[in-house]
């Protein structure tokens, strides 16, 4: 038998997640947010999953927006960082995709090129985020210099909320953005996951969903996945390979990190950090074995990892053991270890066999 741990990747539960984005900001088209290979459940099954229902896909790598189009996938596409260099505007111009413009030397690239075709460009508006973007007040002239060049097909405002999740919210950010764009007529692309859901005054033109098309919560401390009517699209599984009982007093793992206080049965997963597990996940973190929640034990080790079996007498090697997924949302796990679903998604190991279930 292999190694048992596999990640099923479910694409109508992926499919399902982009058609609630869409739902919850009618009027708006929807960027299917697909950087860093999809969060981790690689790129051209999602971007397939949604094929025929997909306004565009945004990303930021152009190899694999050229991926997407060698595959045949004609939606538009949006580059979130923009060019890097000469030769990824010349790309752009190739593949018909989409950029953003962030700084002035993206400007003067767009106006230098050669381009087998006009690009649409997203102008993106510094509101309070302080990573990337123009001063707000500039939208403006530079909506002008822009429209100007004959490489340009379209301009969009664009800019991104810095605390969409939380108590803060938007409304700061979006004030500057509104004052900026105001008296320009030009669409606008604002909301990510988080405002999309929890601010329908913020879909405006397009809206721009990446995590919660994964299934996972955008603000969990504020809502659960399965409450926002999300499904989740990884299901990290795998099995127990062997089980151990301790007598009071001893230890487990690396470290001697879990020290047993009375008899316990402890079951070892096929799972450690080298697959993706969170290393600083710590004892207690939630775990599934043969369907039951329990928590794990000690330290995680590179390929396993050891939960309590104290309660779940009928476990033994072999049981099935999900990590994050159906039945155990990312977004607990996450939690536990004072991390995000995003990190937890984006961490999957290459070494993780993938199954693709839901496809027609
Ligand atoms: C990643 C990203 C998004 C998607 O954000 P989520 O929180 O995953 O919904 C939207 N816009 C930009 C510019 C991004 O970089």
């Known amino acids: 038998m292999p190694r048992p741990i596999r990640a099923a990747i479910d694409v109508a539960a ?19 947010v697909i950087k860093a290979n999809a969060y981790g459940h690689g790129l051209l099954r999602c971007a397939r999953a949604v094929e025929t229902v997909a306004d565009g896909y945004a990303m930021l790598d152009f190899a694999e927006a050229a991926t997407l189009r060698e595959a045949g996938i004609r939606q538009p596409i949006l580059m979130l960082e923009g060019a ?19 700084d002035a030397e993206q400007i003067r690239l767009l106006e230098l090129e050669v381009l087998a075709q006009p690009l649409d460009v997203f102008l ?61 007529g030009l669409p606008q692309s604002v909301a990510n996951s988080a405002a ?7 879909a405006r033109d397009w809206v721009r969903p990446g995590i ?10 504020l809502a659960s996945a399965d409450a926002l009517g999300l499904q989740p699209a990884m299901n990290l599984e795998s099995r127990l390979i062997a089980v151990q009982t301790l007598a009071p007093g001893e230890a487990i793992g690396y470290g001697g990190r879990f020290v047993a ?7 070892i997963v096929a799972c450690g950090y080298a697959d993706g597990y969170p290393r600083h996940a710590p004892s207690g973190t939630p775990i599934l074995v043969a369907g039951q929640r329990t928590g794990t034990l000690g330290r995680v080790s590179m390929d396993m990892l050891a939960c309590d079996l104290s309660a779940l007498p009928d476990a033994g090697v072999g049981s099935q053991v999900v990590l994050w997924g159906r039945g155990l949302p990312a977004d607990e796990v996450a939690t536990a270890a004072d991390t995000i679903s995003y990190e ?14 839901g496809a027609d």
């Not at 937890?344 to 693709?356: G, K, Q, S, Y």
Request: glycine share 10%; hydrophobic share 45%; proline share 6%.
């Open 124 to 184: 993106k508006l510094n509101t309070g985020m302080n990573r990337l973007g123009f001063a707000p007040e500039r939208a403006g002239e530079l909506a002008a210099r822009l429209k100007s060049i004959s490489n340009v097909a379209s301009v969009t405002l664009m800019t991104h909320f810095a605390r969409a999740d939380d108590e803060v919210g938007i409304a700061d950010q979006l004030a500057r953005f509104d004052a900026a764009a105001s008296g320009l």
């Open 14 to 32: 992926f499919r399902h997640n982009y058609l609630r984005a869409k739902a919850a900001a009618p009027g708006a088209r929807a960027w299917a």
């Open 84 to 102: 890097f260099d000469p030769a990824d505007v010349r790309l752009a111009g190739t593949l018909g995709l989409g950029l953003t413009v962030h």
């Open 196 to 202: 999309l859901l929890r601010f329908p005054q913020a």
């Open 261 to 267: 206080e009375r008899p316990t049965r402890v079951g």
């Open 344 to 357: 937890l998604f984006c961490a999957l190991a290459n070494r993780v066999p993938v199954t693709v279930v």
């Open 212 to 221: 919660m098309l994964y299934g996972g919560s955008p603000m969990p401390g």
